[in-house]
């Protein structure tokens, strides 16, 4: 699953997310390529000029592969997640159209 929530058309704003569910596609690419093509998608044919999302600090290899499509750590909500018995942060990020370098072949 990935999509854009939270547009903002007026300030030219969305929220992505994306889950892959299914442990077994996990680090073959499919997150890399879903979030590509949602990133065209959105500074080419809607014209937004950010995107954003969360990510759970503990999750490095999520951060990573944000990392790799250019997104840019903004801040942290400290402590503000539960789990495994301790407190873990949630981590900001975001990326601007000038910002992403938009692959237009296929």
Known sequence: ???LINIDYK??????IIDI??????????GF????????YAF????????SLR???FNKKAIRLYE???????GTSRQCLYRYGQWHDIVHMGILKDEYKCETTF
Not at 33 to 40: K, M, S, V
Request: glycine residues 8%; hydrophobic residues 35%.
């Open 55 to 57: 990510v759970f600090s």
């Open 1 to 3: 699953i990935t999509s």
């Open 21 to 30: 569910g299914e442990k077994t596609y996990w680090g073959k690419g499919y």
């Open 11 to 16: 300030n030219r704003n969305a929220e992505c």
């Open 33 to 40: 390529e879903a979030l590509r093509l949602l990133l065209n």
């Open 68 to 74: 790799k499509l250019g997104f840019k750590h903004e």
């Open 44 to 51: 080419l044919e809607m014209n937004l000029h950010r995107v």
